[in-house]
């Protein structure tokens, strides 16, 4: 039996399904790209609603599944941006009343961990993840995910995006700046700003502007801004790595497909004895798999929540959620 899996935090609505074993069956994915400037996000919510029913159809022809093929059906519930998050709590829950399947609250962040987790096969790393709206050092400790360290201000991946669009470019920021700092040679001087676990980077954000005023090369900001942010999030992944006593790491997020990051993080994991594993690309995104595997553990463990009290929770927080699939 397979569960579906509803996800839209963000700028991705996609659907998956997953069978016995984090299987992927189907995956229907469409993100909402504005023609400019940043996501607003009841445009975004637009968009998901339009793609929705088309991405349900699409993923169940790919899994060759039916409804009566499904246990249940499982959704984002938080964190994320509310008018993202309601679209698909809509489409979850009128599913999952058509087709009379229970419906299962999944935790974004947690999602990230559990298919990282799953695809690894390591049984508890700690999680680096990097996206446009988050940016946490995640283990296990206790009964719940807890968060060890995280961004004091913008996710890194809003951070790249911000800066590419102020540089004359289009969201996404992350893959073009990749892409330009192949380019770059000249390390330029640029705030590195480490506080304990957590990290900041507006401040890299206007500095990082002020020398593209005077002069500094795009691909030149491009090389220093990526060696600097992403030196900045493996500093803090090694502190966590030190205090909990821990070996692995997994990672997960959109800014985790970038290269120069996996490589980081990779070599500092390894130079400890440790093991790094950077998911496939289509599951370190926002992507509806990782939802229905996160959806399975959690309905195999009793978690359902009536359409009723089945409210989206825009902040939610990681360590708020019981994960009663993961015994301490
Ligand atoms: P997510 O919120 O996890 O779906 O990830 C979206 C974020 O990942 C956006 O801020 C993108 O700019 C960023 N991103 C995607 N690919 C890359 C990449 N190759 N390098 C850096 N950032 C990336
Ligand atoms: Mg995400």
Redesign the pocket.
């Given at each position: 039996m397979a569960i579906l899996g509803i996800e839209s935090t963000?700028?991705?609505a996609s659907v998956g399904i997953v069978g016995d074993g984090a299987k992927v069956l189907g995956l229907a994915s469409d993100m909402y790209r504005p023609p400019a400037g940043g996501i607003h996000p009841r445009e975004a919510a637009n968009h998901h609603v339009e793609v929705f029913p088309g991405l349900v159809e699409r993923a169940l022809a790919d899994a060759r599944v039916g409804p009566e093929d499904l246990d249940a059906v499982a959704f984002s519930q938080g964190p994320g941006l509310g008018p993202c998050l309601r679209a698909g709590a809509t489409v979850a829950r009128t599913l999952a009343l058509v087709w009379q399947k229970p419906l299962v609250p999944v935790n974004h962040c947690v999602a990230h961990v559990e298919i990282a987790r799953v695809l690894s096969g390591l049984d508890d790393p700690l999680l680096l993840y990097a996206?446009?709206?988050n940016t946490q050092v995640i283990a296990y400790g206790r009964g719940r995910y807890r968060v060890l360290g995280e961004t004091l201000d913008i996710g890194v991946?809003?951070f790249?995006?911000k800066l590419w669009i102020e540089l004359g470019g289009t969201f996404?920021?992350?893959?073009a700046?990749?892409r330009e700092a192949l380019g770059g040679s000249e390390l330029l001087d640029l705030p590195y700003s480490v506080h304990g676990m957590d990290v900041a980077f507006s401040g890299m954000l206007t500095a990082a502007l002020a020398l593209y005023g005077r002069g500094a090369t795009r691909p030149d900001l491009a090389y220093s801004v990526e060696v600097t942010a992403y030196a900045m999030l493996t500093e803090i992944t090694e502190r966590a790595l030190a205090h909990r006593r821990r070996e692995s790491v997994v990672l997960g997020?959109?800014?985790a497909?970038?290269e120069r990051l996996r490589g980081m993080v990779r070599a500092m994991v390894e130079e400890r004895g440790g093991t790094m594993f950077a998911p496939p690309r289509a599951m370190c995104?926002?992507n509806g798999a990782m939802i229905a595997w996160t959806g399975r553990l959690a309905f195999d463990a009793g978690v359902t929540i009536p359409v009723e009290a089945s409210g989206i929770e825009p902040r939610q927080r990681t360590d708020l959620v019981a994960t009663p699939w993961r015994v301490s």
């Open positions: 963000a700028h991705t996206s446009g709206g991946g809003n790249l995006d996404p920021g992350g893959p700046l990749e997020g959109g800014v497909c970038n995104v926002d």
